[in-house]
C-alpha cells in the first residue's frame, strides 16, 4: 500500500489541477462558516449566529458547509485523478510497466481514502481552532461534545469520492463524468426523490438514496427545526445519523465492488 501510494505522490505532487482544487477546499471551508456569520438576519427559529462558531454547534455548521465542499471540489478531484490517466494513456502504460489492474484500483482507492482522511483532519483543525476561540471559557467542556461528526464528516468525503470513482471508472469520459456527477447530485437525484414523494408515495425511502444517504451523515442544522421542513413531508425529513451511517458504507462498498468488476472486465 505504501509503495502505491508513493507511486501516486510521484505522479501527482505538482500536478496545477490538484494543487487549485485542494487550495479552494481549504479556503472556501472556513470562508464558508464566516459568510454565514455575516448574514444581516437568520429565520426566527434559528440560534444565534454567534452559536454557529461556538461548541458544540459548530462541528455541525462547519461539517455541514464541508459537504458542500468535499462534493464539489473532492469529487472533481477524484474523477480527475482517474480521467487524465485515462486521456494521457498512462493508465494502459501503467499496466504494461507492471503495475497489475488490481493494483492500479487499489491505488485510486488508496487516494480517495488519503484524501478523505485529510479533508478530516483539516475539517477537525479548524472545528477545534475556531471553537476555542469563540466559546467562552466555562463551556470549553463541550468541546468534543459532538465529536462524533468527525468520523461520520469521513464516510460523508469518502462516500462522495466513492461515487466519483464509480462513474469515471464506469464512462470513462471526463467531460460527461463530470457532469453526471454533478448534475446528479445537485438535480437528477432531487427531482426523482421529489417525483416519488408527489407522485408515487410519501415515504421516508426517498431518504435512502446515495447521494442523500452521504449528506445526512451532515445535514443542513436548520432541519433540525421543524419550521424548515417542507409541509408536504410526511415522515422523518432526515436519517438518523445511524441509518445513515448504514446505507453510506452499503453505497461505498455497491459503487467501489461495481467498479472494480468493471476495471477488471473492460479493455484498458
Avoid at 63 to 71: E, L
Avoid at 94 to 118: A, D, P, T
Avoid at 245 to 255: A, D, K
Wanted: aromatic content about 18%; proline content about 4%; hydrophobic content about 50%.
Amino acid at each position: 500500500m505504501i509503495r502505491l501510494l508513493k507511486l501516486e505522490w510521484t505522479k501527482f505532487r505538482k500536478n496545477n489541477v490538484i494543487i487549485l482544487m485542494l487550495t479552494f477546499f481549504s479556503l472556501f471551508l472556513p470562508a464558508s462558516l464566516y459568510f454565514t456569520t455575516i448574514i444581516p438576519t437568520l429565520p426566527a427559529f434559528f440560534p444565534s449566529k454567534e452559536s454557529i462558531i461556538q461548541f458544540p454547534s459548530i462541528w455541525e455548521y462547519l461539517g455541514y458547509a464541508g459537504n458542500w465542499m468535499s462534493f464539489f471540489f473532492l469529487g472533481v478531484l477524484a474523477i480527475y485523478l482517474v480521467s487524465i490517466e485515462i486521456n494521457n494513456k498512462t493508465l494502459r502504460q501503467s499496466i504494461i510497466n507492471g503495475l497489475s489492474r488490481q493494483e492500479y484500483f487499489l491505488s485510486k482507492v488508496l487516494s480517495i481514502f488519503v484524501l478523505s482522511i485529510g479533508a478530516t483532519l483539516f475539517y477537525t483543525i479548524l472545528c477545534i481552532i475556531i471553537g476555542i476561540i469563540n466559546t467562552e471559557p466555562d463551556t470549553l467542556k463541550l468541546i468534543f461534545d459532538n465529536a462524533y461528526a468527525i468520523p461520520r464528516f469521513f464516510l460523508m468525503t469518502f462516500g462522495y469520492l466513492s461515487f466519483a470513482l464509480f462513474l469515471i471508472f464506469i464512462i470513462r469520459r471526463s467531460g460527461i463524468a463530470l457532469f453526471l456527477y454533478i448534475a446528479y447530485g445537485i438535480i437528477i437525484e432531487v427531482l426523482i426523490r421529489y417525483f416519488i414523494i408527489e407522485k408515487v408515495s410519501n415515504t421516508a425511502i426517498t431518504n435512502y438514496f446515495p447521494l442523500n444517504s452521504f449528506e445526512d451523515l451532515m445535514p443542513n442544522p436548520a432541519f433540525k427545526f421543524t419550521e424548515s421542513i417542507p409541509n408536504s413531508v410526511e415522515f422523518d425529513f432526515l436519517l438518523t445519523h445511524q441509518q445513515a451511517t448504514l446505507s453510506s458504507i452499503i453505497y461505498i462498498i455497491l459503487f467501489l465492488g461495481i467498479s472494480y468488476l468493471s476495471f477488471m472486465k473492460r479493455d484498458i
